[in-house]
């Protein structure tokens, strides 16, 4: 099993997002990774989120826990800690990389009334509208299984 962490930052009325092409496919993603042995959860999340945008963040509370489990290779199973982050440092440097077959085109910041017209997984894109606009949980929420054959 895979943990990952995840960034869920804000600015003004927009999401930080990356977008991200692999195994043929197009999509928005919000930006994090894997955490690495020894590291903790939080230094995860600040090192994923400045080798993917440049930015320094200071990790806020936790909002939702997913998984994906793929049946497919081996049924993978990841799960996902969301995060609320705030901005430490006001950069979005574009960041390209290629790695493992996973291109990571960009990441910036769209606007909130863009979010449903984005190929955007998972497919949150109604959190992520409440979080900018300030209707956060009070408590983390787990959301389930969100894997799709279709983005993964």
């Known amino acids: ?16 997002l990356a977008k991200h092409r692999r ?4 999509y928005w993603v ?6 690495k042995e020894p590291e903790t959860v939080p230094d995860a999340l600040v090192r994923e989120i400045y080798e993917e945008s440049g930015m320094v963040v200071e990790p806020g509370s936790l909002l939702y826990v997913f998984e994906t489990i793929d049946p497919r290779y081996g049924g993978i199973h ?16 574009e960041q390209r990389r290629v790695q ?7 990441c910036v910041f769209v606007p909130v009334s863009e979010l449903r017209n984005l190929e955007l997984y998972p497919e949150i894109a109604e959190l992520l509208e409440q979080i900018a606009v300030g209707q956060a949980l009070s408590h983390c929420s787990y959301l389930g299984n969100l894997w799709s ?3 993964e």
């Open 78 to 93: 990841t799960v996902e800690l969301l995060f609320r982050a705030d901005v430490a440092t006001d950069v979005v440097a």
């Open 1 to 16: 099993m895979k943990v990952r962490v995840g960034a869920i930052v804000t600015k003004d009325d927009a999401v930080l």
């Open 149 to 151: 054959e279709t983005k």
């Open 30 to 35: 919000i930006p994090g990774g894997q955490v």
């Open 23 to 26: 195994r043929g496919l197009s």
């Open 100 to 106: 493992f077959g996973e291109h990571l085109d960009r």
